[in-house]
């Protein structure tokens, strides 16, 4: 049975509910992508969040809640009856949705396989499933797809159990991650959202820690760590005994009641391609398929519509690219005048560089004239510093001379008055004496003068008497001339 895609058969309620959160909905297609941040992010800051859709909390819808009634069941075998498992009440694992073909078994789990290397930028990982057909379980490999219009994400497809049968609702492309069962078929599909990347900017950005990501040829990209089981692999149904007993948030019903695009041509020819490959098949490789991905990418199909909202998304997000792409081409234009600009401005600075050279230049002779000058000056000053050193320190030496002369004078002076300080004593006591003696002096005077007269008398007596005396003196022999002259030397 077929899926039908769009609106039809949709609740008015539910209608109403996503119209009201589609209203709220920020643009998550700008968000810009990080292409130089590496390791862990902050879970509170998760770029791929904007992959849900906006749901109120109040929209009615039931909350999503994961039961522990989980039965553990034996894992499906091949060629052989599978155990039948009751039905689980009102439960529609397809939400209003009906499966495009079911099958009687369940699925084998889901194989543990490596991811292919990313082609390019613009390709999205869609993981493997199991398909069905009269012959058995078939695997659909997984495969790197163009992604048919900017912002289209990836919704893979789920096996749910319900009336007694394990249907099959196909994936689809649309503008946000959709209900998928719970299953996790790793890189990125965790059972809840896609955590390989999200659009911003216009293009894909993907997250290097889910996926195989060769850096030279995918230029978008950023790593932040997912927890869990990234490799996907283990059960592949939701419901019945041994399946996944998750159902759907309010954001992944929201995101199925959105206008959706069905898989395109080149996914519908793999999963030809796997239907007609015997070694796809469940019962000949026994759940290990030979060829579990696709080694090269697959094409997108041409003139594929976004959905209305998206598109007026896509069209923000064009205009402000085309933005941008002006305000470069303006930046490119004025490149060559700011170029034209610097290269005056350097011609400018060479220039008064040059002209303070010129000046430096010119002053040099003068300065080596000024400093010529002051050493001539200087050449000159020193015979007259030189004299006038020599006459202070002859100052110096005569004032030290004068200086010894005085300092001797005193000591003679000093000399000189020690005995009259020694002889003061004594005339001090010959003093008395002295005057004892003056009245004798004075007694003795009057006969001196009484004297005095008979002296003048006897005086011509004297002179008469000289020349008998010189008379009668024997006459003396005359000296030699020598001798003579020597009596004579002291007379002179």
Not at 379 to 389: E, G, K, L, N, V
Not at 434 to 460: K, L, S
Request: charged residues 10%; hydrophobic residues 25%; aromatic residues 8%.
């Amino acid at each position: 049975m077929s899926r039908s895609y769009g609106f039809g058969r949709l609740p008015l309620l539910a209608l109403a509910v996503v119209f009201l959160a589609a209203g709220c909905h920020k643009d998550s297609s700008l968000i810009p992508a990080d292409n130089s941040q590496a390791g862990t992010q902050d879970q509170a800051s998760d770029p791929a969040a904007s992959n849900l859709a906006p749901a109120a909390a109040s929209s009615g819808t039931q909350a999503p809640a994961q039961y522990n009634n989980q039965q553990s069941a034996p894992a499906p075998q091949v060629n052989s009856s599978y155990p039948q498992t009751s039905d689980q009440g009102s439960y529609n694992p397809g939400y209003g949705e009906q499966p495009e073909y079911t099958a009687s078994q369940p699925p084998p789990p889901l194989p543990d396989y490596d991811q292919p290397q990313d082609p390019g930028d613009g390709y999205l990982w869609t993981p493997g499933y199991w398909a069905w057909s009269p012959d058995g379980y078939y695997w659909v490999p997984g495969a790197w797809v163009q992604a048919p219009y900017e912002g289209a994400l990836w919704t893979p497809g789920y096996w749910g159990y319900w009336d007694n049968s394990y249907g099959f609702y196909p994936g689809y492309w649309g503008q946000y991650i959709g209900y998928y069962g719970g299953i996790n078929y790793g890189n990125g599909y965790v059972g809840y959202g896609y955590q390989g990347g999200y659009w911003g900017g216009g293009r894909f950005n993907y997250n290097r820690s889910v996926n195989n990501i060769n850096t030279s040829v995918v230029h978008n990209s950023y790593s932040r760590s997912v927890s869990g089981n990234n490799r996907g692999g283990g059960v592949s149904f939701n419901g019945g005994s041994g399946g996944i007993q998750v159902r759907a948030r309010p954001a992944e019903l929201a995101a199925q009641h959105q206008q959706h695009t069905a898989p395109m041509r080149a996914q519908v020819q793999n999963q030809s391609a796997a239907r007609a490959n015997r070694a796809q098949f469940a019962n000949v490789n026994h759940g290990r398929p030979a060829s579990p991905t696709v080694t090269g990418p697959l094409a997108a199909d041409r003139n594929v519509k976004a959905p209305a909202a998206l598109q007026t998304t896509n069209r923000a997000v064009a205009q402000q690219q085309q933005r941008q792409a002006g305000q470069q081409q303006q930046q490119r234009q004025a490149a060559p005048q700011q170029q034209q600009q610097q290269r005056q401005a350097a011609q400018q600075q060479q220039q008064r560089q040059a002209a303070q050279q010129q000046q430096q230049r010119q002053a040099a002779p003068q300065q080596q004239q000024r400093q010529a000058a002051q050493q001539q000056q200087q050449r000159q000053a020193a015979p007259q510093q030189q004299q006038r050193q020599a006459a202070q320190q002859q100052q110096q030496r005569q004032a030290g001379q004068q200086q010894q002369q005085r300092q001797a004078a005193q000591q003679q002076q000093q000399r000189q008055a020690a005995p009259q300080r020694q002889a003061a004593p004594q005339q001090r006591q010959a003093a008395p004496q002295q005057r004892q003696a003056a009245p004798q002096q004075r007694q003795a005077a009057p006969q001196q003068r009484q004297a005095a007269p008979q002296q003048r008398q006897a005086a011509p007596q004297q002179r008469q008497a000289a020349p008998q005396q010189h008379q009668a003196a024997p006459p003396r022999q005359a000296p030699a001339p020598q001798q003579h002259q020597a009596e004579e030397s002291p007379k002179k």
